[in-house]
């Protein structure tokens, strides 16, 4: 995930009602001068049977359609994908957080203690393996697997090393024990694929797309960033372009592109510069 835009995403709340506004010096050039506390936002993802149905519907929506993009070898879900692959073995390409891997608990720790983004408290949070799973997710997972789809997970988690440890990349363990513990079947280090691992595997996550690409038939992505499934999304590019990239790409959704709801970070809001109140249309 795109880590620094967390910084930013206590915005969200303000399109939503009763957010809790707090006035306080900036720490950081690139902050607001007003922040508005994800209060909303996270409480929607964690106590809200809607958030929970919408994760559902989801996962459901995408398992309905396995027995489409398995039998039309035609069929593939990345851009990234042109030619030469109806024989390769299909597979599925999901994000890990806010997709598989709900870290809503990070985002509230931030809320009830007061701080902002820190990629050490982060990190000290993916190391807990601790994330509960996304509604349906697991669920999802294991049915495709079962029907022959190979999984494999492009997160933008960074590979860091840790004083703690003599592994250069302590977090991909981690990960797939967080996976594995929440019921995921057959997580394999081979098809975990961090931010980072590799020197060209930046938070973009096309090269990997990429190198997915050559060996399998993506018949779907799943994820909760435009970034998990165009490239050149996050940055350089306005609120409005990114939307006509969705209309630009409308027959992919709910087909072979699945994305659930994240109120709480992303590049959507990353992409919004400060002050981003500006952003707000009223009537
Ligand atoms: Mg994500």
Redesign the pocket.
């Known amino acids: 995930?795109g880590y620094s835009v967390r910084l930013c995403s206590v915005l969200l709340a303000v399109s939503l009602s009763g957010c809790v506004v707090v006035h306080k010096e900036s720490t950081s050039p690139s902050r607001d001068t007003s922040e508005f506390i994800n209060v909303n936002s996270t409480l929607w993802m964690q106590t809200s049977a809607e958030y929970k149905a919408n994760a559902l519907q989801t996962y459901k929506a995408a398992e309905l359609q396995l027995d489409n993009a398995l039998k039309d070898k035609s069929w593939t879900s990345a851009i990234e994908q042109q030619s030469n692959y109806t024989h390769l073995p299909p597979a599925i390409i999901l994000?890990?957080?806010?997709?598989v891997l709900d870290n809503s608990q990070f985002q509230a720790d931030m809320i009830l203690n007061n701080y902002s983004y820190d990629p050490k408290k982060w990190d000290q949070w993916v190391a807990k393996q601790t994330a509960p799973e996304i509604p349906g997710a697991v669920a999802f997972i294991n049915r495709a697997r079962q029907m022959g789809v190979e999984i494999i997970y492009i997160?933008?988690r960074e590979c860091k090393p840790r004083s703690s440890s003599a592994d250069s990349c302590p977090q991909k363990q981690e990960t797939m024990n967080n996976l594995k513990s929440v019921g995921v079947q057959g997580v394999d280090s081979e098809h975990v694929l961090l931010k980072k691992q590799k020197a060209n595997w930046s938070s973009e996550k096309q090269s990997r797309r990429e190198l997915i690409a050559e060996s399998y038939r993506i018949i779907m992505l799943v994820?909760?960033?435009l970034g998990?499934f165009l490239p050149n999304v996050k940055k350089g590019i306005t609120a409005t372009a990114r939307k006509e990239l969705v209309d630009e790409y409308q027959d992919n959704w709910g087909v072979k592109w699945f994305i659930l709801g994240?109120p709480t970070y992303?590049s959507w809001s990353q992409v919004l510069d400060a002050p981003k109140s500006k952003f707000l249309r009223g009537f």
């Open positions: 995930m994000d890990v957080d806010e997709t997160t933008n994820g909760d960033d998990d994240n992303g």
